[in-house]
């Protein structure tokens, strides 16, 4: 039989988890960590990150929605919500529920969607 290998006796082991197959190395390539500008921490998820519309530059989604949160004055039953696309917006709660319907008050347009930043360009190249 020489090299060719026996499919009968991975077979067997498929039902123990027990292949001949070596496990691959995951390759790394050479990742840039990027900092959030609000908070000075690293940003570990790209696709979760929102861009600053001053600089361009990313902050992690919850610093950006803290920042907005002590900008705006909230009432009773308002909450800052994220509507997407880097559009947030203060909204108000109809009933008691917080999870039932709600009216949208007013829009918060916070990336500039007209500059779009190297970071998400690369992001967008590499289809994340």
Not at 18 to 39: D, M, Y
Not at 82 to 87: H, I, T, V
């Amino acid at each position: 039989m020489g090299n060719r290998r026996d499919f009968r006796k991975d077979y067997r082991n498929r039902k123990k988890n027990n292949f001949n197959n070596p496990p691959r190395e995951k390759v790394e390539e050479n990742k840039v960590i990027l900092k959030c500008e609000i908070c000075l921490q690293d940003i570990q998820d790209l696709t979760s990150a929102i861009a600053l519309p001053e600089t361009g530059n990313p902050a992690h989604f919850d610093c950006v929605l803290k920042r907005i949160k002590e900008k705006e004055n909230l009432g009773e039953k308002e909450q800052i919500v994220y509507l997407g696309s880097g559009n947030f917006g203060v909204v108000e709660n109809l009933s008691n529920n917080p999870n039932s319907n709600f009216k949208i008050i007013r829009k918060i347009d916070f990336e500039d969607h007209e500059n779009i930043p190297e970071w998400r360009k690369q992001m967008i190249k590499l289809k994340i």
